[in-house]
């Protein structure tokens, strides 16, 4: 493991683990951005440029200034936990674990297989990508700008004030 | 060379992580932020096994994802802008108008 693929790593552990811990959402919201860059780093890493420079873009800047935008809009503050919702913590956990326990049991069967195959990695990513996007994708490519339009229409009408 | 197995159990720790925030937090903005968690958590999973296999399937999905991603945020937040006009409140538990 190199320095600064660990550094990514312990970096979205902790910011997932804060955004968990901090009670006021802002905080919450700039834990997620330390997780998102960290994310970028390691697509970095991958060899995959393309997304990590989309991912700082669309999620490190678009969604996440949305997310703050809403947060000091509606001027939300520390979050109240009634009895019942930290006992809903007890078997979220145990989920969690869970969960976590099945995915790592499938990881550990199935590791290998994964492994052995040939990792090439040559391939120019993004002018791959911009390939794959523009020939083998192009329908579900122009259905998401149609996805896009409509979620702007929606979200527009939704937080329009009524008129009467 | 990184076995891809690492990045898989970051995105599992991550996702799970995301599971337990979408339980346990009580701010609805915060629980939405747990699921933009977990979507990450797929996206690293998505782009590992795309290096792993050497084929670019992956990546494009990633960007198909973020693409979701920020059209669930747009309508989500308005949803949210809404629940919090409505309701004055941002705590789920206030949100009972359907209980009986």
């Given at each position: 493991?190199?320095?600064?693929?660990?550094?990514?790593?312990?970096?979205?552990?902790?910011?997932?683990?804060?955004?968990?811990?901090?009670?006021?959402?802002?905080?919450?919201?700039?834990?997620?951005?330390?997780?998102?860059?960290?994310?970028?780093?390691?697509?970095?890493?991958?060899?995959?440029?393309?997304?990590?420079?989309?991912?700082?873009?669309?999620?490190?800047?678009?969604?996440?200034?949305?997310?703050?935008?809403?947060?000091?809009?509606?001027?939300?503050?520390?979050?109240?936990?009634?009895?019942?919702?930290?006992?809903?913590?007890?078997?979220?956990?145990?989920?969690?674990?869970?969960?976590?326990?099945?995915?790592?049991?499938?990881?550990?069967?199935?590791?290998?297989?994964?492994?052995?195959?040939?990792?090439?990695?040559?391939?120019?990513?993004?002018?791959?990508?911009?390939?794959?996007?523009?020939?083998?994708?192009?329908?579900?490519?122009?259905?998401?700008?149609?996805?896009?339009?409509?979620?702007?229409?929606?979200?527009?009408?939704?937080?329009?004030?009524?008129?009467? | 060379?990184?076995?891809?197995?690492?990045?898989?159990?970051?995105?599992?720790?991550?996702?799970?992580?995301?599971?337990?925030?979408?339980?346990?937090?009580?701010?609805?903005?915060?629980?939405?932020?747990?699921?933009?968690?977990?979507?990450?958590?797929?996206?690293?999973?998505?782009v590992?096994f795309s290096q792993?296999?050497?084929?670019?399937?992956g990546q494009?999905?990633?960007?198909?994802?973020?693409?979701?991603?920020?059209?669930?945020?747009?309508?989500?937040?308005?949803?949210?802008?809404?629940?919090?006009?409505?309701?004055?409140?941002?705590?789920?538990?206030?949100?009972?108008?359907?209980?009986?």
């Amino acid at each position: 493991m190199t320095p600064p693929l660990a550094v990514f790593f312990v970096l979205a552990g902790i910011g997932a683990v804060s955004l968990i811990l901090q009670k006021h959402p802002i905080h919450s919201a700039l834990s997620l951005i330390v997780v998102m860059i960290a994310l970028a780093g390691l697509y970095l890493l991958l060899g995959a440029e393309f997304v990590a420079a989309v991912q700082i873009i669309v999620y490190g800047g678009a969604i996440m200034v949305l997310f703050v935008f809403v947060i000091m809009l509606l001027n939300a503050g520390v979050e109240e936990h009634t009895s019942i919702s930290k006992m809903a913590g007890a078997p979220g956990l145990l989920l969690v674990v869970a969960l976590a326990g099945f995915v790592a049991a499938t990881i550990a069967k199935s590791t290998e297989s994964v492994q052995a195959t040939p990792q090439t990695g040559q391939i120019a990513s993004t002018i791959g990508i911009s390939n794959m996007l523009f020939k083998d994708f192009v329908y579900p490519f122009e259905l998401t700008s149609f996805l896009i339009l409509v979620a702007v229409l929606g979200a527009t009408v939704l937080a329009q004030r009524e008129k009467s | 060379m990184v076995p891809t197995s690492y990045y898989i159990f970051l995105s599992a720790i991550l996702f799970g992580l995301g599971v337990f925030a979408f339980i346990f937090k009580r701010n609805i903005i915060t629980i939405f932020m747990s699921i933009e968690l977990m979507l990450n958590a797929v996206n690293l999973a998505f782009v590992a096994f795309s290096q792993a296999l050497g084929k670019l399937d992956g990546q494009v999905f990633v960007l198909f994802v973020i693409v979701v991603a920020a059209a669930e945020a747009a309508v989500g937040l308005g949803i949210i802008i809404l629940i919090a006009r409505n309701r004055q409140t941002l705590n789920v538990e206030r949100v009972d108008l359907l209980k009986l």
